[in-house]
């Protein structure tokens, strides 16, 4: 999907986010926040105080007031600020999505065939059901599935990958989206959904829309901030009766005033991690959809953080897609180029990606080239399903490679004999976990070709890194158990599924649960439905079936099996992200306490004064400092809320550490300087 990055205070998203701040001092949005809820009733109160302090004799000064009132509006206002930036850069990755969604004609067949009577309608008449025809450069109308025919399609205003994909109508690849176009050939399509809930459009609704479900980890931690406000409320509240009985049973003092009541109550409570909890909410959905996979929720999301099982299919994720040529096993007395020769004559009409991978290691290890055939005479023989055998035939000359029992039968009907060195060459071959060819001259059996299946690079360390992380990895295949074994312990995967049916994984997937796992999966067929609406995680291919899509908490639109590894990291990265600020808002109020509370109650007890650690000027300036300090650290840490914390793969343990000695040390720290800074500051410009 093509996308427009911006910075992260870039005008084209700060201004509206600016205005967007403001529409959200709505009472009706503030309510969602019971923390800033608190912070915009303060705010509203010591508003009122400065109307009724202005041009009069008060205590405190109605200067000093004013500056408290506008400085918790700003409070709020950062807070808006954070939320609706973050808003806003998933609205601007909506944009190139628009322009797919467009008005388009479509070509309604009247019968579900290639051939039929045509008329033309718009693409918002469709329905769910109706048929389409769709040829070379024509956009398909609706999302659908190919019952017939073959195309080369251009995905990439949905993926941004320019390379065409191929789709036809059978298989895991017959999924089509509305908006992309048919580069050659035909396609008849059957429209799957109704106008307005194509995949386009869910997905638009999904990055616009500031609706958000909140996860169980952010519930949990919203239920902790409030407690945490109901405690300094209260604490806060007995302070006022408190102040008032010292000061009349010691004949002297100032009682503390409802302004320093306010200001102490907001820098108490946790307003850092409270101003930004949606904003690192928002954002983790965003670099979802930066990587290009839509989340269908923040749900979603956070459980990617929280997976500690990865099942993921072998073919295309571990290993390469296809099995190459590895190895030419020559049989007793015959040449390995001797060998390579025959392999590659008989995989020259061998169109499958095993075969010219033959002829290309034959060229690579012995420079072998392709022969001039037509002059040779030579009748090619396609590989076949039926015969499982490919080859040539040069005059008498019979060269044939193919499955070790096909060739054994044709060996047998020329009359030729099967070494027994050669059988036991198969079957060694095969106890690897790789395929063997077997290769044959007439009746003469020439020896074994082995194909592996090639594990991906830097796979094996990948897997290292989930291990280190907590996370079991499972690989899911179709293989038997001796080959996936083999396969397995060469990636590095923990465990195996061999032989796997839909049944099976669905039943592996469960047992998992069961035992309090958090299961993710990928998948793109109708036969991986099931384990997907079952998977905690579950990564559908937009190459995929639409059955799949559905079954799915979220899509891959590059259909990269390999995302699922990008996807359980950036979940730990919103969490790691959460976590840290979190630590760092409560670590934070500690500064806050030595600054604000000797400030705010000196004045009835003044042996407080020595608590004075920062020696901060005076008690207003105190006061004032920690709140502008409380105001001006969410608008610090909003790109931290943005990006992420840089990920690593660690255990929770050790992240647990690092979190407290970076965040908790620093959230002590950081505070005790920038409210010493801002105090002297104001104190130099004369403003307390």
């Not at 302004?259 to 909890?277: F, M, N, S």
Request: proline residues 4%; neutral net charge; aromatic residues 6%.
């Amino acid at each position: 999907m093509p996308r427009q990055t911006f910075a992260l205070f870039d005008p084209v998203l700060a201004v509206p986010a600016i205005a967007s701040a403001f529409r959200k001092l709505n009472p009706a949005r503030q309510w969602r926040n019971p923390v800033m809820l608190v912070v915009y009733l303060g705010s509203l109160l010591t508003t009122v105080l400065a109307w009724r302090a202005w041009g009069a004799e008060s205590e405190p000064p109605a200067g000093f007031i004013v500056a408290i009132a506008i400085w918790l509006w700003f409070t709020v206002l950062f807070a808006n600020f954070a939320e609706a930036l973050a808003e806003g850069r998933s609205k601007a990755q909506a944009a190139s999505l628009r322009a797919v969604h467009k008005e388009t004609w479509a070509k309604k067949l009247h019968e579900a065939r290639h051939g039929g009577e045509v008329s033309r309608v718009l693409a918002s008449d469709l329905r769910q059901g109706d048929v389409v025809l769709v040829e070379a450069q024509e956009t398909i109308p609706a999302d659908g599935e190919v019952i017939e025919g073959i195309a080369s399609v251009d995905e990439s205003a949905i993926t941004g990958e320019s390379a065409p994909v191929i789709r036809e109508s059978g298989g895991d690849f017959s999924s089509v989206t509305g908006g992309t176009r048919v580069l050659s050939d035909w396609i008849v399509v059957r429209v799957s959904v109704d106008p307005g809930e194509t995949f386009v459009d869910r997905m638009i609704a999904m990055v616009e829309s500031g609706k958000r479900q909140k996860t169980p980890n952010e519930v949990a931690l919203n239920i902790l901030l409030v407690a945490l406000t109901v405690v300094f409320l209260g604490v806060v509240v007995t302070l006022l009766p408190f102040s008032l009985f010292s000061v009349a049973a010691a004949g002297s003092g100032t009682p503390v005033s409802l302004t320093v009541l306010v200001a102490l109550l907001v820098c108490l409570i946790p307003t850092t991690i409270a101003g930004l909890l949606s904003a690192i909410g928002v954002a983790g959905m965003s670099r979802m959809l930066q990587a290009k996979v839509i989340a269908t929720s923040g749900r979603a999301v956070e459980a990617a953080g929280d997976v500690d099982v990865l099942l993921m299919d072998k073919t295309g994720t571990i290993t390469l897609g296809n099995r190459q040529a590895a190895a030419f096993l020559a049989a007793d007395g015959v040449r390995e180029d001797e060998l390579a020769d025959a392999a590659q004559l008989a995989s020259l009409a061998d169109e499958t990606p095993e075969g010219r991978s033959i002829v290309v290691l034959a060229k690579q290890r012995f420079q072998l080239r392709r022969r001039d055939m037509q002059a040779l005479d030579a009748r090619l023989l396609r590989f076949s399903a039926h015969t499982r055998m490919s080859g040539v035939d040069l005059g008498d000359r019979q060269v044939r490679k193919g499955a070790a029992d096909a060739i054994r039968q044709h060996v047998d009907r020329l009359g030729g004999n099967f070494p027994q060195s050669v059988a036991r060459q198969v079957d060694e071959v095969a106890r690897r976990g790789s395929t063997p060819l077997v290769v044959a001259d007439g009746r003469r059996v020439l020896g074994v070709v082995e194909l592996k299946d090639i594990i991906k690079g830097g796979i094996r360390e990948r897997f290292a890194q989930l291990r280190r992380m907590g996370i079991k990895t499972v690989m899911v295949t179709g293989d038997n158990r001796v080959t996936a074994a083999a396969i397995a312990a060469e990636a590095g995967v923990d465990d195996f599924l061999p032989e796997a049916t839909p049944e099976a994984k669905l039943a592996l997937i469960r047992q998992y649960q069961a035992e309090g796992h958090l299961v993710a999966m990928t998948g793109d067929g109708v036969n991986d439905a099931p384990a997907l609406a079952q998977a905690d995680v579950a990564v559908a291919m937009n190459s995929g079936t639409q059955a799949a899509k559905e079954a799915g908490n979220m899509v891959d639109l590059d259909s990269n099996p390999t995302k699922l590894i990008e996807v359980v990291e950036t979940g730990k990265q919103m969490l790691m992200t959460r976590g840290a600020l979190t630590t760092f808002s409560l670590a934070n109020d500690i500064a806050k306490y030595f600054a604000i509370v000797p400030a705010a109650l000196v004045t009835t007890y003044p042996q407080l004064a020595a608590l004075n650690v920062m020696r901060l000027s005076s008690p207003a300036s105190a006061i004032l400092s920690a709140v502008i300090f409380n105001a001006v650290i969410i608008i610090c840490l909003i790109p931290l809320a943005l990006q992420g914390v840089a990920y690593r793969p660690l255990g929770a343990a050790q992240m647990l550490r690092r979190n407290l000695a970076i965040y908790g040390l620093g959230g002590v720290v950081v505070p005790f300087i920038g409210i010493k800074l801002i105090d002297l500051v104001l104190t130099l410009c004369g403003l307390t």
